[in-house]
């Protein structure tokens, strides 16, 4: 099976999302604490940390509009999250499209 760094590849653009879930939307309440879901992302994103560094691949992490995901909806919370991984191979990446959503609040 060939790797990422074997095909030229240096980054993965991921969202934070499981359980999609939207609280602009009904039935308007996310299915756990806000805290938890920034301390599973947070883990998660740790266990990716060792493979990011080891490979040399970035993960880059793309906050999704408010009417996507619940989790990441700002450049701004997802570099909080990055913050707390402590990991330079974990980035964040900005998409015009969602952050034109947010930028109308």
Known sequence: ?????????????????????????????????QEED??????????????????????LLEPLNRYEDHMLNTVEQAVTIIENVESPFIKVMGDIFHMSIEVSL
Not at 5 to 32: E, V, Y
Request: proline fraction near 9%; aromatic fraction near 6%.
């Open 1 to 33: 099976m060939m790797s990422c760094p074997d095909l030229g590849i240096t980054g993965l653009i991921a969202p934070a999302a499981f359980g999609m879930h939207s609280n602009a939307l009904p039935p308007f309440s996310a299915p756990q604490s």
């Open 38 to 59: 920034q301390r599973v992302l947070v883990e998660g994103l740790k266990r990716i940390r060792e493979t990011a560094e080891k490979t040399r691949v970035f993960l």
